[in-house]
C-alpha cells in the first residue's frame, strides 16, 4: 500500500515539476518588457527575422537599403556596405563588400555584424544564416513596397514610429515637386522611360511609372505588361512618346533605331540624358527618390519654360 | 631490273622530333611490281612511307622521281592509317574524292565521264558497288578500309602508297586487297605498302625488310637471303617457309628459343 | 546508276526551304507589336504603316535572317576545318575578343555626354567588330599561324576562356558595362534597321563565295590532312582562307546582334540530312538554313508575347534542338 502511494505520488509530482517548468517561461514571456518580441519582422521572402536587441553593427549589401537605414538616422551604425552604396558620402569610407552576387562572405562575418540587408534575388541569405548571422532580405518595386520597407527597417532599427515619419516626408517631398503649377491646357505628356537598350522600359507598375503618374504624366507602357517589361521596339514607335527619358550612353544613338526618327519626341529633341548620377537616383527605391521625382520634373517640364 | 628505278633513295635520315627514325636507306623502287616494307614496330617503316609521300621532309639523303616520259597528273596516291571520313557523305562520294587531283579546285568541277568511270571501276575492284549511295557512317570498320583503297585506286596515279591497308579486315578481304594490289602492280602500276601481317605480305613481288632504322635486306619475295632478314629482324620470332608452293610465315614461340 | 542520279529529295528539300523563306519573310512582315496581322492589310489600313514595315519590320527580319546566314556560314566552315561535328563559329575566340573589347569601351567610356550619334553607334558596333577579329588575330599567333588545326583548337579555348575573364572582371568594376553586356551575351535582334543590313550583307557577299570556292578543299580534309596534302590541297592558304572566312562573318553577326547560341553549331547538321553533306552544297544551305532559323526565332520571340518579347536565343535553342532531338531519336531507332 505505502509503495503505491509512494508510486503515485512520484507521478503526480512529476507532472507538476514539469507543469512548473514549462509554464514558468511561458508566464516570464508574457511579462517581458514589449521590446525583445518587437525587434521582429517577416521580410520579403517570408522568413521571420527576429533581433534581440536592437542592432548597433549593420551591413547592407543594397544601397537603396543603405540610404534607406542612413536616412532613419542609423548611418553611424553602418559597418559595411557593398559595391555600388555612394550616397550619402559617410558610408564612402566603410569597407566594400562586394556586390550583389560575389559578397565577401569571410569579410562579412568577421566585422561581427548585428544585422545584414540584402536583396531578395541573391544567394547569399541561407549562407549567412547558416553561419549564424541575423539576415533580413528586402527590396521594392513600387511605392506602396517602398513604405513597407521604410516602416519594417524601423521596427528593426528600434524606432518603428520613425519609418511612418520618414515615409510622410518622402510623400510630402513627391507632393511639393509635383504641386509645382503646369501651364493649363497642356495636354498629359505621353513618357517612354527606358531602362536598358533592350529595350526595357519601365511600366506605370513601377516604382519611377507612379512618380511620373504623381507628376501628372502618362507612361506609353500600361501596368498590364507588368513593372520592367522587354518590348517590341515597334510598341514605342506605335505609342509615339511625347517625351523619352533614358540613361545618357544610350541617348545619342536613340536616332539610329529604325523607325524611331518619326517618334515625336525625337523630332521635338525632348529627350531627356540621364547622367550616371541621376540614374543611380531614379534605380534606387529609396528616400532619394525625392531627387528623383525632381529629376523627371525637369524632363517634363516643355520646351520653352526651361530655364 | 632493267627497267629505270621510279623512286630513287640515296641515303635518307629521317627524324621525327630528337629520335633519329631512318639512317642511310638506299632505295631504288621500280614500276610494275608490288613492293612490301616490313619489320617490328618502330623499324621506321611508316616514316619511310610518309618520306616517300612527301610528307615527312628527310632530314639529310634525297629522293628522286623519274616516271616514264609522257605521264600526266598526279604522281602517287596515299591511303594512311585510320584515315577519317566525313560520315555523312556517302560511298561514292568519298571514293570520288580520289578524283580531286585531276579536277580543278572550283566546286562544280567534276563529273566527267572519266571520273564516273575511275569511280566506278573503283568500286568494282574493291566490291563496294553496292554500298555506292550509303553513308561512310552506316558502314562497318572493315568495310570504310575498302571505300578509302577505293578512294585511293580512283586516283588512277602511277605509284600508290598503303599504310596498313588490311589493318581490319578479315582473311576473305585480306584476299581480295591482295588480287587488288597484284592486279595493279600487274597493270604496270608501283606498289608500296606498309603490313604487319607477314603472310599477306609474302604475296608480294619484293619485300623491303628495315630493321632499327636501317635497310636490313631488299630483294624477291623468294630470295632465301631476304628471308633470313626477315627471320632476324623479328627476333627468330617467325620461320619463312614454302607451305603447298606458297611462302608461309610461321610463328615460332618455342619456349627455348628466347631463354631469358 | 547511284553515282549519276542525285537523290531526288534534295530538290524537294530545297524547294521546302524557300517555300519555308517565303513564309517567314510574310510572317516577319506581318507580325508587330501587336501580334499578327496580314501586311497587305496593315499598309491598307494605317496609314504609318509603309513605315512600319519598311522601316521596323522588313530590315529586322532581313537582318535577322543576315545573321542567321553569317552563323551557318561559320559553322559550316569550323566544323570542316576542325573536323568536329561540335565546333561552333565562337571557338577561335571571337565572341570574347568581341565582348571584351565592348566592355573596355563601356568602362574606359566615351565621352556619352556628346551628342556624337553615329560615332557612338559605331563605338560599340565597331568595337565589337574589331574585338571580334583581334580575339582570332590573338589565337592564330598563340597558335603560330594556322599550321596545326590541335594547336589552334586549344589556342582559340584558352583565348576565349581568359579574354572571357577579363570581360567577367570588367563588368564587376562598372554598372555601366554590366547592363551592356548581359544585353549583348543574350544576343539582341530587335534594333536591326537596313544599315546593320548592308554590312552584314556585304560582308556575306564576299564570305559566302569564298567558303563555296573552298568547298572542295574542305570536302578534302574531312579525309585528314595528310590525304588532304597527297591530294593536292595547298594546305596552309587553304586554312588562312577559311580561318579568314570564319573570322570575317563571325565578327559581323556578332558586332550586329551579340552573341546569339546555337544557330552556328545546328544549321549544318539540320542542313545535312536533307541537302547533302558534300561541302558544295553544305556551304550554301548551312547559311541559308541559319538565316531560316534565326528569322522564324525571331518572328516567333516577338510574337508569341507581344507587345512583350522573349530573348531570341531561348527560341533558336528551342526550335533548333528539338529538331535535333528529333533527328538523333530517329537515327537510333
Known sequence: MTSRIRGVSGWVAAVVLAAVCVLAPAQAAVMAPARSSALQIIDDRGAQVRLKHVPKRIISLLPSLTETVCDLGACDRLVGVDRWSSWPASVQGLPRLGGLDDPQIERIVSLRPDL??????????????????????????????????????????????????RWQALQQGIDAVARQPRPAGMPAERVYFEVSSTPYAAGEASFIGELLRRLGAGNVVPAALGPFPKLNPEFIVRADPTVIILPAGEAAALAQRPGWSRIQALRQRRVCALSPAQVDVLARPGPRLVEGVRVLADCLRPLGSRP | MTTPPWITCLDLHATRGPRTVLQGVDLRLTGGAWWSVVGPNGAGKSTLLRCLAGLLPAAAGRIDWRLPAGHTGPTLAWLGQDTPGDEALSVAETVALGRLPHQGWWPWSGGSAQDRDAVEQALVDTDMTWAAGRPLGALSGGERQRVHLARALATQAPVLLLDEPVAHLDAPHQRLVARVLRREAARGRCIISVLHELPLALQADRLVVLGAGRLQAEGPVASPSVHRAVEQVFDQAVQVRCVDGRWAALPCFDADADTP | MTLRAAPAGRAGAWAALGLLSVLTAVLGLGVGSLGWEPPWVTLAADPAGMSLIGDLRAPRTLGAALVGALLGLSGAVAQGLFRNPLAEPYLLGSSAGAGLCMALLLTVGL????????????????????????????????????????????????????LGAGTQLMMVWSGEAWRVMQAFMLGNTALLGWPACLLMGGVLVVTLPLAWALARVLDALSLGEDTARTLGVPLGTARSALVAVLALSTAAAVAQAGLIAFVGLAAPHLARPWLGASHRSLVLASAWVGGLLLALADVLARWIIAPQELPVGVLTAVIGGVYLLVLLHRRRA
Open chain 1, 116 to 165: 545584414v540587408l540584402v536583396a531578395p534575388s541573391t544567394r547569399v541569405a541561407p549562407r549567412l544564416r547558416s553561419l549564424g548571422l541575423s539576415v533580413a532580405e528586402l527590396d521594392a518595386q513600387d511605392l506602396d513596397q517602398v513604405r513597407s520597407v521604410m516602416s519594417r527597417l524601423a521596427i528593426l532599427l528600434g524606432q518603428p514610429e520613425r519609418g511612418a515619419a
Open chain 3, 111 to 162: 565621352p556619352w555626354s556628346l551628342d556624337v550619334g553615329w560615332w557612338a553607334r559605331l563605338g560599340l558596333t565597331g568595337a565589337a567588330f574589331v574585338g571580334s577579329v583581334a580575339g582570332v588575330a590573338l589565337t592564330l599567333s598563340l597558335a603560330r599561324g594556322a599550321a596545326h588545326t590541335l594547336r589552334l583548337l586549344l589556342a582559340g579555348v584558352v583565348v576565349g576562356v581568359v
